[in-house]
């Protein structure tokens, strides 16, 4: 039976949302539209089970086919990566951040990450997370004259506070990190090295950014994003960390289950196996590339509308922008560009002197909008709709009728 026989309510509420996203631009950088056979797994039968425990060792019996879905997972990560072990059972990427926390630390002990007004993300240690609230958190910040992170001004902070965990990776930061130079600083001291790479995952596996699995013990990631599948969360181990604590795959899959999680969601973990299976395609290499082009593209022709972007242009996928010199706060501005058809997220910029909820800037990317086919024409378009939107609302119904047109040319993946 249909969902909208079962459930008229739900069913026309999808279907009004699927009609938004057919004719609309999603450009919040977190988000991407998956594939169908990757919302075919999501939506099957594997929803009926529990599967307490790991392949070969389950709390439950008829679970012969869910250890192959899951063997298979954990070996295209491992593959995909380059990593020695990978725990695909995290509801999602918190989860799976606060399962390091679990496995490596004990509460009090000292952790750093990139303070979230300066493009880091809440499980680095900011202030209202429970990264803060259990451990001694130390942030460190981009410079206030480049915002870009400052590799000098981190390892004299490190060797200062000597933490026992570091956070690399960001929610909001548009260049590439140095991971060789963060792997440095964290054997300085001793430290274990985290990569949150969330963002970047599918930037990272199609060879378009550069890896840090040589250099640091641990990689956690999200599987949407640059990576187009469910949402879900994986740590892997990496040769280097596996040589820094031969107990660490150990310690982290006890972290994850029985420390912190029940039953995995199987149905995604099957979504996430058809999704690394995508990724590993020459295709989806393509695809990552595009995205990258897409992004300097838009950031240059915003340029070119007056636009003020942090550190001038971007590396990857995801553009931040400063709306200091165009009178206007990114609250606004995102709700002037809903109205128009373009989905974005206001965001704090470095040094913000506004609070989060009224920020000056607006955090925009490519990944979704490269999924349905667009490319650099395109992103031309897409920089001057928004700078006639911000310039004046008025235009936002004349910008609307224009982004469903074009819309049409580019169909969701189905």
């Known amino acids: 039976m249909k969902l909208i026989e079962k459930d008229k309510e739900i069913g026309d509420l999808i279907e009004k949302e699927k009609e938004r996203q057919e004719t609309s631009l999603e450009m919040i950088p977190s988000e991407n539209h998956t594939s169908s056979a990757v919302r075919s797994a999501l939506g099957s039968i594997l929803t009926d089970k529990y599967a307490e425990g790991y392949p070969g060792k389950r709390y439950y019996a008829g679970l012969e086919y869910y250890d192959q879905i899951e063997d298979i997972c954990r070996e295209r990560a491992k593959k995909l990566f380059n990593v020695v072990h990978a725990n695909v059972q995290p509801y999602s990427g918190s989860p799976a951040n606060q399962a390091v926390y679990f496995a490596v630390l004990n509460p009090g002990d000292t952790v750093m990450g990139m303070s979230l007004p300066h493009g880091g993300h809440l499980t680095h240690g900011w202030k209202v997370n429970f990264s ?47 991971w060789k130079r963060l792997g440095e600083i964290a054997d300085s001291v001793g430290a274990y090295l985290a990569a949150d790479i969330a963002h970047i995952a599918g930037l990272v596996v199609a060879g378009v950014h550069p890896s840090p699995v040589p250099f640091v013990h641990i990689v956690t990631t999200t599987t949407h994003k640059t990576l187009r599948g469910p949402r879900g969360g994986i740590i892997m181990i990496t040769e280097k960390g596996l040589a820094k604590d031969p107990e660490l795959v150990k310690k982290i899959d006890k972290a994850v289950f029985p420390g912190l999680q029940g039953g995995p969601h199987e149905n995604n ?50 553009i931040l922008i400063n709306l200091q010199n165009k009178n206007i706060l990114g609250a606004e501005a995102q709700d002037r560009l809903e109205r128009a058809g373009i989905t974005v997220n206001k ?46 609302e008025n235009n936002c119904q004349k910008v609307r009728q224009e982004i469903k047109e074009l819309c049409k040319n580019f169909p969701l993946p189905e």
């Open 269 to 318: 973990i099957a979504g996430i196996a058809v999704c690394l299976k995508e990724a590993g395609t020459s295709e989806f290499k393509e695809y990552a590339q595009q995205i990258v082009n897409n992004a300097k593209t838009l950031a240059l022709a915003l340029i070119g509308c007056g636009f003020k972007l942090v550190t001038d242009g971007t590396d990857n996928h995801l």
């Open 347 to 392: 965001n704090s910029i470095p040094f913000d002197p506004n609070p989060p909820f009224k920020p000056s800037g607006l955090r925009l990317g490519t990944p979704a909008i490269t999924t349905r086919g667009m490319k650099e024409p395109e992103m031309e378009m897409i920089a001057n709709w928004i700078n006639e939107v911000i310039s004046d």
């Open 132 to 178: 803060a609230k259990y451990y001694n958190s130390v942030q460190y910040e981009v410079s206030k004259e480049t915002n870009l992170l400052d590799y000098n001004a981190i390892q004299k902070q490190v060797q200062e506070i000597k933490p026992h965990l570091i956070w690399a990776g960001a929610t909001a930061y548009s260049r590439l990190f140095d």
